[in-house]
């Protein structure tokens, strides 16, 4: 049977969507309204560091952290501030046919917020739960009385059996901005991106016209493909720190850089601008195929 279960995980408040089918399941921070785990059939879908610092102000290093409404570094901490902020959590609801399950988590302004982002704001991002899909829609709403410009990303730590033998298909033909080689624009000509190297790319309107992009796990014990779908959202980043960052980073250890990607559904290359009382929406659409 479908439900919701409130937890704690490492110590922050948290909520489980649980649906009758699949064994399907996916945890939710209230902090960073960060997705944690997402599981079909006692299979981890996604990727949480052993290593990740559950601690307030620090982004958590794995599952879904939310980029907002700054990617990278900037004037703001490094991919922005929502990642960071206690959301509050909204309504819930199970879908008595199919067994879907749904929350939505809140965030809008506050005295530290318009410190160093001087805009009145909220965010909403809302999770379904599928058998064996997962769905994320973001929604941000311009409440002040100005025009306001931010980048947004949906950071999704994917695991992999071996990063050497993952691949990725979907973005064939698109230009990419290579930020592991001074940014440089290049085009994707590969119907399939391997991973050789540190990999860190921001793949220019690679989302658009709903291309699916799918990562193919070629370890014999995989017997499914991940496919994402997107609405609005225009790029993709893809990026995996390989070994030497991977040592340095007190979160990732050397012994983790093979196990996870991330493809990171955003609109980054180019700024929303979004005018007073304006709404936008975006959305990722995760889905497991299974081959077995
Ligand atoms: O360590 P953070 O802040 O979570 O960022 C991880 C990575 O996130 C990716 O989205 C960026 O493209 C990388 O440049 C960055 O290193």
Redesign the pocket.
Known sequence: MSTTEFEFVSGFSAIRLIHGTNKASVEILLYGATVVSWNVNDQKILFLSDKASFENGK?I?GGI?V?FPQ??PGKLP??GFARTKKWTLGDTNVDKQTGDVTAKFHLHDDEDTLKIWPFTFELTLSITLKANKFEQKLTVINKDDKQFDFTA?L?TYFTVSDINKTKISGLRNIDYID?VDNATLKHETNEYIEFVSET???YKNGATNNNLVTIIDNSNQQQFEIQIKTQTFNDF?I?N?WIE?AKN?NDIGEHNYSKFV?V?AGQVSKPVELNSKQTWNASQEISLISHS
């Open positions: 982004g290093r952290p980029v990617f990278g490094q991919h990303l950071h930020k860190d790319r921001v980043v990026w720190p960052k980073s991330c990171e």
